[in-house]
Protein backbone atom coordinates (compact mmCIF):
# COMPACT_ATOMS: atom_id res chain seq x y z
CA UNK A 1 0.00 0.00 0.00
CA UNK A 2 3.09 2.22 0.95
CA UNK A 3 4.73 1.71 -2.75
CA UNK A 4 1.00 2.64 -4.16
CA UNK A 5 0.86 6.36 -2.55
CA UNK A 6 4.78 6.26 -3.22
CA UNK A 7 3.90 5.79 -6.92
CA UNK A 8 0.71 8.12 -6.83
CA UNK A 9 2.73 10.98 -5.43
CA UNK A 10 5.52 10.88 -8.04
CA UNK A 11 3.51 10.94 -10.75
CA UNK A 12 1.26 13.85 -9.80
CA UNK A 13 4.61 15.71 -9.28
CA UNK A 14 5.96 15.03 -12.77
CA UNK A 15 2.69 15.97 -13.88
CA UNK A 16 2.89 19.23 -12.00
CA UNK A 17 5.96 19.78 -13.15
CA UNK A 18 4.90 19.37 -16.82
CA UNK A 19 2.19 21.81 -16.57
CA UNK A 20 4.21 24.53 -14.78
CA UNK A 21 7.25 23.94 -17.38
CA UNK A 22 4.51 24.59 -20.18
CA UNK A 23 2.37 26.98 -18.84
CA UNK A 24 2.77 30.63 -21.16
CA UNK A 25 2.87 33.46 -18.28
CA UNK A 26 3.79 35.62 -20.96
CA UNK A 27 -0.54 36.83 -21.32
CA UNK A 28 -0.23 40.55 -19.68
CA UNK A 29 0.02 42.63 -22.66
CA UNK A 30 -2.89 43.36 -24.77
CA UNK A 31 -1.17 41.63 -27.98
CA UNK A 32 -0.36 38.95 -26.39
CA UNK A 33 -4.23 38.40 -24.71
CA UNK A 34 -5.75 38.87 -28.48
CA UNK A 35 -2.96 36.35 -29.93
CA UNK A 36 -4.09 34.23 -27.24
CA UNK A 37 -7.83 34.37 -27.91
CA UNK A 38 -7.25 34.36 -31.65
CA UNK A 39 -5.04 30.93 -31.17
CA UNK A 40 -8.55 29.66 -29.12
CA UNK A 41 -10.95 30.69 -31.52
CA UNK A 42 -9.13 28.38 -34.34
CA UNK A 43 -8.85 25.07 -32.59
CA UNK A 44 -12.58 26.04 -31.86
CA UNK A 45 -15.43 27.23 -29.15
CA UNK A 46 -19.11 26.57 -28.64
CA UNK A 47 -21.68 29.39 -27.37
CA UNK A 48 -24.49 26.49 -26.10
CA UNK A 49 -24.11 24.22 -23.55
CA UNK A 50 -26.42 21.85 -21.43
CA UNK A 51 -27.25 22.83 -18.27
CA UNK A 52 -27.65 20.38 -15.32
CA UNK A 53 -26.84 21.06 -11.74
CA UNK A 54 -23.41 19.07 -11.00
CA UNK A 55 -24.75 17.52 -7.97
CA UNK A 56 -27.76 16.16 -9.81
CA UNK A 57 -25.13 14.93 -12.83
CA UNK A 58 -23.43 13.32 -9.66
CA UNK A 59 -26.42 11.33 -8.09
CA UNK A 60 -27.96 10.22 -11.64
CA UNK A 61 -24.24 8.87 -12.57
CA UNK A 62 -24.23 6.96 -8.90
CA UNK A 63 -27.27 5.73 -9.30
CA UNK A 64 -27.57 4.62 -12.67
CA UNK A 65 -24.26 2.94 -12.48
CA UNK A 66 -22.78 5.55 -15.00
CA UNK A 67 -25.22 4.76 -17.83
CA UNK A 68 -26.72 8.56 -17.05
CA UNK A 69 -23.40 9.68 -18.29
CA UNK A 70 -24.35 8.43 -22.54
CA UNK A 71 -27.64 10.60 -21.77
CA UNK A 72 -25.66 13.78 -20.44
CA UNK A 73 -22.93 13.31 -23.51
CA UNK A 74 -25.25 13.12 -25.71
CA UNK A 75 -27.18 16.66 -24.78
CA UNK A 76 -24.09 18.33 -24.25
CA UNK A 77 -22.79 17.47 -27.75
CA UNK A 78 -25.89 18.49 -29.02
CA UNK A 79 -26.00 21.60 -27.47
CA UNK A 80 -21.89 22.21 -28.39
CA UNK A 81 -22.52 21.13 -31.64
CA UNK A 82 -25.12 23.71 -32.47
CA UNK A 83 -23.09 26.97 -31.27
CA UNK A 84 -19.16 25.64 -32.35
CA UNK A 85 -17.24 28.38 -33.73
CA UNK A 86 -13.70 28.01 -35.21
CA UNK A 87 -12.05 30.45 -37.35
CA UNK A 88 -10.26 27.35 -38.99
CA UNK A 89 -13.75 26.51 -40.78
CA UNK A 90 -13.04 22.33 -39.32
CA UNK A 91 -16.74 21.13 -38.68
CA UNK A 92 -17.02 18.77 -36.12
CA UNK A 93 -16.86 15.69 -37.24
CA UNK A 94 -19.85 13.33 -35.97
CA UNK A 95 -23.44 14.22 -34.99
CA UNK A 96 -24.07 14.08 -31.10
CA UNK A 97 -25.73 10.12 -31.15
CA UNK A 98 -22.25 9.52 -31.98
CA UNK A 99 -19.87 11.37 -29.59
CA UNK A 100 -22.26 10.35 -27.23
CA UNK A 101 -22.47 6.40 -28.31
CA UNK A 102 -18.82 6.65 -28.12
CA UNK A 103 -19.00 9.29 -24.88
CA UNK A 104 -15.92 7.05 -23.58
CA UNK A 105 -13.65 8.29 -26.76
CA UNK A 106 -14.98 11.38 -26.74
CA UNK A 107 -14.36 12.69 -23.15
CA UNK A 108 -11.10 14.42 -24.23
CA UNK A 109 -12.67 16.70 -26.81
CA UNK A 110 -15.55 17.52 -24.77
CA UNK A 111 -13.43 18.87 -21.81
CA UNK A 112 -10.93 20.31 -24.33
CA UNK A 113 -13.75 22.61 -25.43
CA UNK A 114 -15.18 23.22 -22.53
CA UNK A 115 -11.48 24.60 -21.26
CA UNK A 116 -11.19 26.56 -24.20
CA UNK A 117 -14.43 28.42 -24.09
CA UNK A 118 -13.71 29.31 -19.70
CA UNK A 119 -10.38 30.40 -21.10
CA UNK A 120 -11.72 32.59 -24.17
CA UNK A 121 -14.54 34.36 -21.74
CA UNK A 122 -11.97 34.96 -18.95
CA UNK A 123 -13.75 32.27 -16.52
CA UNK A 124 -11.89 29.73 -14.74
CA UNK A 125 -10.52 27.25 -15.83
CA UNK A 126 -10.31 23.42 -15.25
CA UNK A 127 -6.85 21.58 -15.02
CA UNK A 128 -5.24 20.17 -18.21
CA UNK A 129 -8.44 18.11 -19.77
CA UNK A 130 -5.52 15.24 -20.38
CA UNK A 131 -5.63 15.44 -16.35
CA UNK A 132 -9.29 14.82 -16.48
CA UNK A 133 -9.22 12.31 -19.33
CA UNK A 134 -6.71 10.19 -17.65
CA UNK A 135 -8.74 10.44 -14.40
CA UNK A 136 -11.95 9.35 -16.43
CA UNK A 137 -10.52 6.25 -18.13
CA UNK A 138 -8.42 5.57 -15.46
CA UNK A 139 -11.04 5.26 -12.94
CA UNK A 140 -13.45 2.86 -15.12
CA UNK A 141 -10.33 1.08 -15.53
CA UNK A 142 -10.08 0.20 -12.42
CA UNK A 143 -13.64 -0.01 -11.59
CA UNK A 144 -13.92 -2.88 -14.00
CA UNK A 145 -10.90 -4.77 -12.72
CA UNK A 146 -12.17 -7.90 -11.16
CA UNK A 147 -9.03 -8.86 -10.14
CA UNK A 148 -8.85 -5.22 -7.76
CA UNK A 149 -10.46 -5.50 -4.07
CA UNK A 150 -13.66 -3.34 -3.54
CA UNK A 151 -11.73 -0.39 -2.02
CA UNK A 152 -9.80 0.36 -5.54
CA UNK A 153 -12.13 -0.51 -7.45
CA UNK A 154 -14.76 2.53 -5.45
CA UNK A 155 -11.73 4.59 -5.72
CA UNK A 156 -11.88 3.62 -9.55
CA UNK A 157 -15.52 4.62 -9.82
CA UNK A 158 -15.43 7.52 -7.72
CA UNK A 159 -12.96 8.69 -10.00
CA UNK A 160 -15.06 8.27 -12.95
CA UNK A 161 -17.96 10.12 -11.56
CA UNK A 162 -16.01 13.27 -10.11
CA UNK A 163 -14.34 13.75 -13.97
CA UNK A 164 -18.12 14.63 -15.36
CA UNK A 165 -19.09 16.29 -12.38
CA UNK A 166 -16.00 18.94 -12.90
CA UNK A 167 -16.72 19.61 -16.26
CA UNK A 168 -20.59 20.77 -15.58
CA UNK A 169 -19.49 23.21 -12.72
CA UNK A 170 -17.35 24.70 -15.49
CA UNK A 171 -19.82 24.93 -17.57
CA UNK A 172 -22.58 26.58 -14.94
CA UNK A 173 -19.58 29.38 -14.82
CA UNK A 174 -19.85 30.05 -18.37
CA UNK A 175 -23.50 32.27 -18.77
CA UNK A 176 -23.72 35.50 -16.98
CA UNK A 177 -27.72 34.29 -16.05
CA UNK A 178 -28.26 30.54 -15.95
CA UNK A 179 -31.60 30.05 -17.33
CA UNK A 180 -33.92 27.63 -15.32
CA UNK A 181 -33.06 24.65 -14.77
CA UNK A 182 -36.03 22.28 -13.89
CA UNK A 183 -36.16 18.19 -13.32
CA UNK A 184 -36.52 15.98 -16.32
CA UNK A 185 -38.69 13.06 -16.71
CA UNK A 186 -36.33 11.65 -18.85
CA UNK A 187 -33.64 12.20 -16.55
CA UNK A 188 -35.13 9.80 -14.06
CA UNK A 189 -36.02 7.92 -17.22
CA UNK A 190 -31.84 6.88 -17.59
CA UNK A 191 -31.86 6.21 -14.07
CA UNK A 192 -34.38 3.78 -14.15
CA UNK A 193 -32.89 2.35 -17.13
CA UNK A 194 -29.55 2.05 -15.78
CA UNK A 195 -30.49 -0.34 -13.33
CA UNK A 196 -32.40 -2.31 -15.86
CA UNK A 197 -29.27 -2.18 -17.98
CA UNK A 198 -26.66 -3.69 -15.10
CA UNK A 199 -29.85 -6.23 -13.52
CA UNK A 200 -29.89 -7.77 -17.30
CA UNK A 201 -25.87 -7.94 -17.66
CA UNK A 202 -25.80 -9.85 -14.34
CA UNK A 203 -28.62 -11.56 -15.07
CA UNK A 204 -26.78 -12.96 -18.22
CA UNK A 205 -23.41 -13.09 -16.96
CA UNK A 206 -25.15 -15.33 -14.08
CA UNK A 207 -26.21 -17.46 -17.23
CA UNK A 208 -23.26 -18.24 -19.50
CA UNK A 209 -20.64 -17.69 -17.07
CA UNK A 210 -22.00 -18.04 -13.55
CA UNK A 211 -21.14 -15.34 -10.62
CA UNK A 212 -17.49 -14.22 -11.33
CA UNK A 213 -14.97 -12.77 -8.94
CA UNK A 214 -16.40 -9.66 -10.22
CA UNK A 215 -20.29 -10.01 -8.60
CA UNK A 216 -18.46 -11.83 -5.28
Same mark, same amino acid.
Given at each position: ??????????????????????? #?????SEAKRQEHKDKLKQEGLSTCYFFIP???????????????????????????????????? #????? =??? /?????????????????????????? #???????????????????????????????? =?????? /??????? #???????????? /??????????????? /??????????????GIGPMFK
Amino acid at each position: MERVWHILAGAALIYVTYVMLLK #KWDYNSEAKRQEHKDKLKQEGLSTCYFFIPPYRLLLFNILSGGFFYFYWSYKQWKAIISGYKNTAR #KPLIG =GAW /IRAFLGMFYFYPLAAIINRTCDYMGK #KQMLSPVFWTILFWGGLTAACLPMLNVFWRLV =GAACFF /IAPFVLQ #KHILLLPKDLPP /IRWRVVEMMFVVLGW /IGWVGIFMLVKHFWGIGPMFK
